[in-house]
């Protein structure tokens, strides 16, 4: 089975732009989340979605948003980008809620804000 | 909030030899988990073992084991007969059980983990 997947792999953006990130979660999860990676430091917990909603944010700015599709995928929206959020960017899965299920992560996008 | 705070930014070993990579965290929670997850520089971040805070066996994964101290809020992963694939950033990170609720993982900075030939 694939694994989670996120696309680009990389990419450079000027302040003040918008910029989309894309998840596909392993097949038959449900559950996807988003977390912030900044060099030389842990991910920080950005947002979880279960079902298209959103089930949990982390203290992230309203210039950070996200969606779930019907088929489980997620997108992440950054709006007036600032150079502080140059990072990687990692999207995990997990089969639902339930705190046993383990989270996937992908590989990440490499966001560059110059 | 909860906080989890690794105070070795650089560990280095040599192959076959044993190492432990320290963990400590903050909470007010009484039931949790805590992973240990690796990251080599292909950035995919991978789960190497978890522990259930209610268990009190310590969890052991092939050569990966935990000492798991509740009441110290203490967390190391001990690596046996160390293998150059080994070689990576190692996080330590805390979820919260909270009945079913959307928690993310609270990571610790990383332990950068040479290991010498």
């Known amino acids: 089975d694939a694994g989670v997947t996120q696309s680009p792999t990389h990419l450079i953006k000027t302040r003040g732009q918008h910029v989309t990130l894309r998840c596909s979660p392993i097949s038959g999860h449900k559950s996807v989340s988003w977390y912030q990676q900044v060099l030389g430091q842990g991910p920080q917990f950005i947002f979880q979605?279960?079902?298209?909603?959103?089930?949990g944010r982390g203290n992230f700015p309203d210039r950070f948003s996200a969606r779930q599709f019907p088929n489980y995928s997620s997108e992440l929206n950054v709006n007036a980008l600032l150079l502080g959020d140059s990072a990687l960017y990692l999207c995990?899965?997990?089969?639902?809620?339930?705190?046993?299920?383990?989270?996937?992560f992908g590989p990440g996008t490499r966001l560059t804000v110059t | 909030a909860q906080t989890v705070t690794q105070s070795q930014p650089e560990m280095s070993v040599q192959e076959a030899e044993t190492v432990t990579l320290s963990c400590t965290y903050d909470t007010s929670e009484s039931d949790y988990y805590l992973f240990w997850y690796k990251q080599p520089p292909s950035r995919q971040m991978i789960l190497v073992i978890r522990?259930?805070?209610?268990?009190?066996q310590n969890a052991t994964e092939n050569r990966f084991s935990v000492n798991f101290q509740k009441a110290a809020k203490s967390f190391s992963l001990k690596i046996s007969d160390s293998q150059l694939g080994d070689a990576a950033m190692y996080f330590c990170?805390?979820?919260?059980?909270?009945?079913?609720?959307?928690?993310?993982?609270?990571f610790g900075k990383g332990t950068h983990l040479i290991i010498q030939p």
């Open positions: 522990q259930e805070a209610y268990k009190q």
């Open positions: 990170a805390y979820r919260p059980y909270s009945g079913g609720g959307a928690d993310g993982l609270t």
């Open positions: 995990a899965s997990s089969r639902g809620l339930n705190q046993d299920y383990e989270q996937y």
């Open positions: 979605y279960y079902e298209k909603e959103e089930r």
